[in-house]
């Protein structure tokens, strides 16, 4: 099993621009989440899904939105970017325990 | 004030033990979680404890839980260099489609 993938992993990005963050899990999971951490901090919910064709809200979610078509993707789309935005970006899946992606480093400019 | 709250700094040398400690504050959760992450990586499940458990040991790890106090504690026995990493405490609430709640993160600082 591969767990968790993400792409790009790394992105620069001028204000304005939009962007999608891919995830990928081959667990089979239903629950997956993406968090963003900012420096010095600890992780923030931007959106969640309980399974394929249902999402919602987390703690962050202003300036972004997601899709969840399948059990395996999750991506998350930026419209308009903004330097706010400028985080590291964590997929996650799973229940009781759950797995992280080895995260996107996203600047904005 | 925030949901989890760790001290930011830990360090010790080579073979001591290690405790990292971890207050939260809703009753409750359901499961506590200690999570692992390098420089540039993502975040490593270590362990994970039900709230209706007062300790659980995995080799040199070992979480002890007051639910009485929501005190959490992760004690890394023989710690070791490659143990330096920032340990991230979480928990787990009865909402939002069981997403975790995160600590800002303890940097460990293992001395040789």
């Known amino acids: 099993n591969a767990g968790v993938t993400q792409t790009p992993k790394f992105r620069i990005l001028k204000i304005g621009q939009s962007m999608t963050l891919q995830c990928t899990q081959d667990?089979?999971?239903?629950?997956m989440y993406w968090y963003r951490q900012d420096p010095g901090m600890g992780l923030k919910l931007i959106y969640y899904s309980v399974g394929a064709g249902i999402t919602d809200k987390g703690e962050v979610p202003n300036g972004y939105n997601v899709s969840r078509s399948t059990t395996e993707d999750f991506p998350l789309r930026l419209e308009l970017a903004a330097p706010s935005q400028t985080s590291v970006y964590f997929c996650?899946?799973?229940?009781?325990?759950?797995?992280f992606g080895p995260g996107t480093r996203l600047t904005v400019l | 004030g925030e949901d989890v709250e760790q001290s930011l700094f830990l360090s010790v040398r080579e073979g001591d033990s290690s405790v990292i400690n971890c207050t939260y504050t809703d009753s409750s959760s359901t499961y506590l979680y200690w999570y692992k992450q390098e420089p540039g990586a993502g975040l490593q499940l270590l362990t994970y404890?039900?709230?209706?458990?007062d300790m659980k040991q995995d080799q040199r790890l070992t979480v002890l839980l007051n639910k009485k106090d929501k005190h959490l504690s992760l004690r890394i026995a023989d710690t070791q260099t490659g143990d330096s990493a920032i340990y991230f405490c979480?928990?787990?609430?009865?909402?939002?489609?069981?997403?975790?709640?995160f600590g800002k993160g303890t940097t460990l600082s293992v001395s040789s």
């Open positions: 404890i039900f709230s209706n458990m």
């Open positions: 979480a928990e787990r609430k009865n909402q939002a489609g069981t997403a975790l709640i």
């Open positions: 996650a899946s799973g229940g009781n325990e759950q797995f």
């Open positions: 667990m089979n999971h239903n629950y």
